[in-house]
């Protein structure tokens, strides 16, 4: 199995003998990659569609994969996973906010497991803020390419001072309103857009990553100043986003 880059350097977030699930598997390379090269002893992935997880199971089965430690379950999230099964847990191509709503609806289970790498399509920013203030630690960040997009990829620690009976009370107090609530108080700055603790190696992308997320801005503010009606301070907030990300290509520059 030849895996994509952004595959390939999710695979390389993972160490041999760690134990995984894919959520939203589509086609289950990922996992395919893991077990056929021996890093992963037990794979288990999941997707909301049948016809999506067939996909996984005839991309197993074409390679005459047929073993008990290799699982495939229709669900949502993290539901079909059971508490402390897995060491890491891989959520890839969605929207970011859908991953705080997957990771806060059961808050005592998000906590059994020992590491998640999140690649998140969109919503990075809130996807950031979320971690934070739900006490996780993003632990390091990288980049990988695919086609004119830049992907973010987190590795992500959760909580560990809690025992257990402390981490069912959390979930028994929060799991109703984290993936919600706090992204209400979202503030909505450019800071949480950018990636933080970047891997060594990520140097050279993370300019490239900040370039066209410059020129996104310059546009944006180019195409309300040319517009028939100037929104005063929606103009200055996106003239304060292309200052912070100018500021810090000048401080790479240095």
């Not at 949480?192 to 140097?203: F, H, V």
């Not at 009606?229 to 401080?251: G, M, T, V």
């Amino acid at each position: 199995m030849v895996l994509s880059e952004r595959l390939h350097i999710i695979a390389n977030q993972i160490q041999k003998g760690q134990t995984m699930a894919d959520i939203g598997t589509d086609h289950g390379f990922l996992p395919l990659y893991l077990w056929e090269n021996g890093v992963c002893p037990k794979v288990i992935m999941t997707d909301v569609s049948e016809a999506s997880l067939s996909k996984a199971r005839g991309a197993f089965q074409s390679q005459m994969i047929r073993d008990e430690d290799v699982h495939f379950r229709c669900g949502d999230g993290l539901a079909v996973i059971e508490r402390n099964e897995v060491n890491v847990v891989v959520i890839a191509g969605m929207g970011g906010v859908l991953m705080t709503q997957i990771l806060g609806a059961d808050l005592a289970k998000t906590l059994s497991f020992d590491k998640y790498i999140l690649q998140p399509r969109n919503g990075s920013g809130k996807l950031r803020f979320w971690l934070e203030k739900a006490g996780f630690e993003i632990e390091s960040e990288c980049f990988a390419e695919e086609g004119k997009f830049i992907c973010e990829i987190l590795v992500v620690i959760p909580p560990t001072n809690f025992t257990e009976k402390d981490k069912v009370a959390i979930a028994d107090m929060k799991e109703k309103v984290m993936s919600l609530a706090i992204l209400e108080n979202y503030p909505d700055t450019i800071q949480y857009e950018i990636p933080r603790n970047l891997q060594l190696g990520s140097e050279n992308i993370f300019n490239l990553f900040i370039n066209k997320k410059l020129n996104i801005e310059k546009n944006i503010l180019n195409a309300m100043v040319c517009g028939e009606i100037a929104q005063k301070e929606k103009i200055n907030k996106i003239k304060e986003r292309i200052e912070f990300l100018e500021s810090i290509l000048h401080n790479n520059a240095q």
